[in-house]
Structure formats: structure tokens, C-alpha cells
């Protein structure tokens, strides 16, 4: 199994930047899917998840308004659309396939390998 992520970059404060995380080796439409980040220093935390069929979502309060997430399972790939960036998105972000489960790290099976997301203030 391989999710491969991209799309990080260095982006200023109240831009956009879209993430990708194509998936193989699975039968991704049997997977929810989530994003999640770790800034220096600082643990792991869930970004945004979405169910297999997309009908249920999740994101972090943190991001609520400003962070989009959906996936196409015909191109196997789940994205996570930021807007308004603030400094404090500044982290790793990682995208990760659960067989069960949705909000916590542990329910997930999968992971990538993360994209760095360097917000300017």
C-alpha cells in the first residue's frame, strides 16, 4: 500500500494550497480517509477525514471554515483544500486510510509519508 501526498509548500498568511495523497494498493473506496498534521515539537492531530462514501466528514475545530476535504475514489486520491491560512497551519501534513474508524489516529491502517505546509506571516 502507498499513499503518496503532495501539494506542501511555503504559502503566506491567508493563502490557498491544495493537498493531494494519490493512494494504490488498496481498494480505496473501502477506506476513509484523513488528513492530519504534526507541527515541530508538537504531536500528531487529526486535520480532516472523510467516510468511504463521503457522506460523513470531520475536521478539527482549528480548521472548520477554512479547510475542505473530498476525495474521487474513481482516480483513488482524497484531497484537503486550505484556505486562510494562518501561521499556526504550519506543520507536516500526512494523509492516512482507515479500514474502520474515522477521528482517531489509531483507527487508521495506512500512512504517507507527509508534505511540509510553510505558512508566512
Known amino acids: 500500500v502507498q499513499l503518496q501526498a503532495s501539494g506542501g509548500g511555503l504559502v503566506q498568511a491567508g493563502g490557498s494550497l491544495r493537498l493531494s495523497c494519490a493512494a494504490s494498493g488498496l481498494t480505496f473506496g473501502s477506506y476513509a480517509m484523513g488528513w492530519f498534521r504534526q507541527a515541530p515539537g508538537k504531536q500528531r492531530d487529526i486535520v480532516a477525514a472523510?467516510?468511504?462514501?463521503?457522506?460523513?466528514?470531520y475536521y478539527a475545530d482549528s480548521v472548520k471554515g477554512r479547510f475542505t476535504i473530498s476525495r474521487d475514489n474513481a482516480k483513488n486520491t482524497v484531497y484537503l483544500q486550505m484556505s486562510g491560512l494562518k501561521s499556526e497551519d504550519t506543520a507536516v501534513y500526512y494523509c492516512a486510510a482507515a479500514r474502520y474508524g474515522l477521528r482517531t489516529a489509531t483507527s487508521y491502517d495506512y500512512w504517507g509519508q507527509g508534505t511540509l505546509v510553510t505558512v508566512s506571516s
Open positions: 472523510m467516510s468511504t462514501s463521503g457522506s460523513t466528514t
